[in-house]
């Protein structure tokens, strides 16, 4: 073999080195520390919007199988467990299908009664303080008409959420178009079992969650937990096509950029 010959056979060795190491490197960071999510839906309006990408973190929780990639499951139950704290916006495996990740927040720990009353979240039997901040409309969302509270739980966390005004509905008499509303917003008591979590969404009246037992979410297991969401990295408003480039920039919602989730 030629000098040039081994030459280019030792860059190519080491190109490839090179490679394997970053894929070790990015899936131990992905694995152990942070991992990018991108939202699809508005069931978080406000606090997340469709076209956020965030960084969620891993460790917030300790470790199940869901937290390696393909979900191996080469690790029992949960490790190095944290308790989540109430309030906090969690990214999870849906219970019915592990394939499907949802995000959402966190309202109900184990042992709590969560209820929704005439709009208004009960957490064991005690009403939740919320304020109204402003009218709220988009369409697109499905949240025309709406109003936005900042609300306040128990542990004195507050988020804003979203809620479709009632515009004369009469839960008594349900007429079939009304059925979801009335459903999400007037519920049974809920009793959260030992090793679950009780997960609602910020748009509350737009959001597949622990309240709809259709929607296949119910009672999360602590299991089922992958990371705490942190911050957001990168937003568009989704206006520009891929091939677009010229209009990237146009698109980016810069007030959002590097911006902490709460």
């Known amino acids: 073999m030629s000098r040039a010959s081994s030459r280019a056979s030792s860059g190519v060795a080491e190109t490839v080195k090179t490679v394997v190491y970053a894929v070790v490197i990015a899936l131990f960071i992905r694995t152990f520390f942070y991992e990018p999510?991108?939202?699809?839906?508005?069931?978080?309006?406000?606090?997340?919007?469709?076209?956020?990408?965030l960084f969620v973190s891993k460790?917030?929780?300790?470790?199940?199988?869901?937290?390696l990639p393909f979900s191996l499951p080469l690790i029992p139950d949960r490790?190095?467990?944290?308790?989540?704290?109430?309030?906090?916006?969690?990214?999870?495996?849906l219970p019915r299908d592990p394939s499907i990740d949802f995000?959402?927040?966190?309202?109900?720990?184990?042992?709590?009664?969560?209820?929704?009353?005439?709009?208004?979240?009960?957490?064991n039997n005690q009403p939740v303080t919320r304020e109204t901040v402003s009218s709220f409309n988009d369409s697109g969302l499905g949240t025309?008409?709406?109003?936005?509270?900042?609300?306040?739980?128990?542990?004195?966390?507050?988020?804003?959420?979203?809620?479709?005004?009632?515009?004369?509905?009469?839960?008594?008499?349900?007429?079939?178009?009304?059925?979801?509303?009335c459903t999400m917003n007037n519920t049974a008591p809920f009793t959260v079992p030992p090793g679950h979590y009780f997960m609602m969404g910020d748009?509350?009246?737009?959001?597949?969650?622990s309240r709809d037992?259709?929607?296949?979410?119910?009672?999360?297991?602590?299991?089922?937990?992958?990371?705490?969401a942190e911050f957001i990295f990168y937003s568009t408003d989704g206006n520009a096509r891929l091939w677009e480039v010229w209009n990237w920039p146009f698109?980016?919602?810069y007030d959002r950029l590097l911006t902490g989730i709460h």
């Open 144 to 181: 025309a008409h709406a109003t936005l509270y900042m609300e306040t739980l128990p542990n004195g966390v507050r988020h804003q959420i979203v809620q479709e005004d009632a515009d004369g509905i009469d839960c008594t008499t349900v007429r079939f178009q009304d059925t979801q509303y």
């Open 103 to 123: 995000i959402k927040r966190i309202i109900g720990l184990p042992g709590d009664t969560i209820q929704v009353k005439d709009s208004l979240l009960y957490i």
């Open 213 to 228: 037992p259709t929607s296949g979410v119910g009672y999360v297991p602590v299991e089922n937990l992958v990371g705490r």
């Open 37 to 53: 999510f991108s939202i699809p839906s508005g069931s978080m309006v406000p606090t997340l919007l469709i076209g956020d990408y």
């Open 59 to 67: 460790f917030s929780y300790g470790y199940s199988r869901y937290s």
């Open 79 to 93: 490790v190095f467990f944290t308790e989540p704290k109430r309030g906090d916006v969690v990214v999870f495996k």
């Open 251 to 253: 698109t980016v919602r």
């Open 203 to 209: 748009n509350r009246d737009n959001s597949a969650d």
